[in-house]
Structure formats: C-alpha cells, structure tokens
C-alpha cells in the first residue's frame, strides 16, 4: 500500500516562499512508470495540477506556475519537495502530493496524501 504524507509550514507571509515535503512509503519514488505530483485546491475552487517529478528525476510544471515553482526529491528519504516562490494570498489552498500514472492513455491519481493546508498572509 503506497502512503503519502504532506508535511511543511502551515504559514506563510507574503513574497516568501513555501516550501513542503511529501513523504512516501510503501513504494520507491525511482520505481519505473511513476510520477510524483503536487496538486493544490483552492478554499471554493476545483483541484489545480502544479507539477511533477518522474521516476527518473525529470521534473515537469503547470505553464502557469513554473516560473516560480520547484519539484526536486530525496530518493535516500524517499521524500520529494515542494517550492513555491514569491507567494500571494491566492496562494492560499490546500496541498496534496499524489503518485502519478499514465495509464491507458491518461493520467491516473490513485494515491493522494491528506492533504495540508498552506495560508499566505501578513
């Protein structure tokens, strides 16, 4: 069973940068065909695809956010990261990182983490 757990600051002000760990257990994030993904939900809006990091440590993001937005990992931690830069309150949301598959010709989440909440304010 492949559990993922979100951890990180709850807090953080203006034009910092958040910064999150996502700790995976009961798989390897190297195991071929999977991706390890950070997707955020706003508080009233629908879930938001950040980005990714591939099992071979390639790193892909959402064109609206990759010009602030890092993906890396810790494959001795089995642990990947989250960095979000010169946030705003629309930054504001809730934080899940989900293990990605491309199967039968699109992506799957099976497995999502609870989820942690991130507020942007002074």
């Known amino acids: 069973q492949v559990q993922l757990q979100e951890s990180g600051p709850g807090l953080v002000r203006p034009s910092q940068t958040l910064s999150l760990t996502c700790t995976v257990s009961?798989?390897?994030?190297?195991?071929?065909?999977?991706?390890w993904s950070w997707i955020r939900q706003p508080p009233g809006k629908g879930p938001e695809w950040m980005g990714v990091?591939?099992?071979?440590?390639?790193?892909y993001y959402s064109p609206s956010l990759k010009s602030r937005t890092t993906i890396s990992r810790d494959t001795t931690k089995n642990q990947f990261f989250l960095q979000l830069t010169s946030v705003t309150p629309e930054d504001t949301a809730v934080y899940y990182c989900?293990?990605?598959?491309?199967?039968?010709?699109?992506?799957?989440?099976?497995?999502w983490g609870q989820g942690t909440q991130v507020t942007v304010s002074s």
């Open positions: 989900v293990r990605d598959e491309y199967s039968n010709g699109y992506y799957e989440y099976e497995y």
């Open positions: 009961g798989g390897s994030i190297r195991t071929n065909g999977y991706g």
């Open positions: 990091i591939l099992y071979d440590g390639a790193s």
